[in-house]
Every structure is written in C-alpha cells, then in structure tokens.
C-alpha cells in the first residue's frame, strides 16, 4: 500500500489549496479515505472522511463550508480542496485509508502573511 500526498505550500490567510493523494497497492474504490492534519505541539486530528460506495461525507467542525474531500476512483486519489484558509489551518496534512489504517507522508501546509 502506498499513499502519496501533494498539493501542500505556503498561501496567504483567505487561500486556497487542493491537496490530492495518489493511492496504490490495494483496492481504491472499495475503502473509505480520510484526511487528518497534525499541527506542531498537537496531536493529529481527523479533517474530513469520505465513505467508499456513495462518497459520504463528514468534516471536523473546524473547517466545514471550508474544506471539500473528494474522491477519482478512476484515478485512485482524494482530494482536499481547502478555501478561506486560516492561520490555525497550518499543519502537516496526512491521507489515511480506513480500515487498512495505513498513511501517507504527510504535506505541509502553512498559512501565513
């Protein structure tokens, strides 16, 4: 199983990003993909899960009507479009397969001015 993020940077408060991450070695459309963040000090924190069949969505309280997951089953990514971005949106931001359990690398992700 590989997971490959990319898409992280530097952007101005009230930017925007989309991150993707490219997934291998298993069955893509068959697991729910999440996208968690771990900003420096804190503990890694859940963003946004989309389910495997019917691409349900759910976002931490923190960056719903912000952040939009997304998923190409075709192309074996999720996506993470990330809008009005925030000072508190700086971290390091991983893709998770569920029920796998396994990671990516992460991408940083910092939003300053």
């Known amino acids: 199983v590989q997971l490959v993020e990319s898409g992280g940077g530097l952007v101005e408060p009230g930017g925007s990003l989309r991150l993707s991450c490219a997934a291998s070695g298993f069955t893509f459309s068959r697991y729910g993909m999440s996208w968690y963040r771990q900003a420096p000090g804190k503990e890694r924190e859940l963003v946004a899960f989309i389910s495997s069949a019917i691409s349900i969505t759910n976002y931490a309280d923190s960056v719903k009507g912000r952040f939009t997951i997304s998923r190409d089953n075709a192309k074996n990514t999720v996506y993470l479009e990330m809008n009005s971005l925030k000072f508190e949106d700086t971290a390091v931001y991983y893709c998770?397969?569920?029920?796998?359990?396994?990671w990516g690398q992460g991408t940083q992700v910092t939003v300053s001015s």
């Open positions: 998770k397969v569920q029920v796998l359990g396994y």
